[in-house]
């Protein structure tokens, strides 16, 4: 089992370019999750989905979109990068028993 | 505002020293998770706690649950090297509900 992967590990943006971050989990999970990571700030939701088909917004969902087409992939898609997009995004899975299951992480960078 | 606040955001400490974490917050949570993420990769699971005054351990590792569930604890006994990293907590508004409230975390650097 690979658990969840995410791809690419690095990445950086010109301003008002759009990129597309992969993530699969190979744990049959229902509840998929996106977050981003800030210096001192924790983690912050920005999409979830509780089921292929289903998605909804979290804390912090502007300047992204998300779809769920199968069980396996959640790509977070963003469309116009900006300076305040320069994060590290986490995609994450839900067990059963609330626990959440991490990828390695993306560092997205924004000039 | 932060809806789970952790104390301290840092902590240095020597080897053999002993530690408590805190994660504090006003509203009351169904259940609370404790995570740690070394430099580079994902949060990794320690515990979730989801009774009132629950007491749970983990090695070295001691969490605990308020009574009233709004605030835990993490106290870890002789601390060693390989415990340094960045621990969060979060918490579940709702029963059965799999959406997470992260703390932002304390970075903890355990020195030989």
């Known amino acids: 089992n690979a658990g969840v992967t995410q791809t690419p590990k690095f990445r950086i943006l010109k301003i008002g370019q759009s990129m597309t971050l992969q993530c699969t989990q190979d744990?049959?999970?229902?509840?998929m999750y996106w977050y981003r990571q800030d210096p001192g700030m924790g983690l912050k939701l920005i999409y979830y989905?509780?089921?292929?088909?289903?998605?909804d917004k979290g804390e912090v969902p502007n300047g992204y979109n998300v779809s769920r087409s199968t069980t396996e992939d959640f790509p977070l898609r963003l469309e116009l990068a900006a300076p305040s997009q320069t994060s590290v995004y986490f995609c994450?899975?839900?067990?059963?028993?609330?626990?959440?299951?991490f990828g390695p992480g993306t560092r997205l960078t924004v000039l | 505002t932060q809806l789970l606040e952790q104390s301290p955001q840092f902590l240095s400490i020597q080897e053999g020293e002993n530690l408590t974490v805190y994660c504090n917050s006003s509203s009351v949570f169904s259940s609370l998770q404790w995570y740690r993420q070394e430099p580079g990769e994902g949060p990794v699971l320690l515990v979730t706690?989801?009774?009132?005054?629950e007491v749970k351990k983990l090695k070295r590792l001691t969490f605990q649950f308020g009574d009233a569930r709004k605030d835990s604890s993490l106290h870890i006994t002789a601390a060693q090297p390989g415990d340094t990293g960045l621990y969060l907590c979060a918490g579940s508004m709702i029963q059965g509900a799999q959406k997470l409230v992260f703390g932002q975390g304390t970075r903890l650097t355990i020195n030989p």
């Open positions: 744990m049959n999970h229902n509840y």
């Open positions: 706690v989801v009774t009132g005054g």
């Open positions: 994450a899975s839900g067990g059963a028993y609330n626990e959440q299951f």
């Open positions: 989905s509780v089921g292929a088909g289903i998605t």
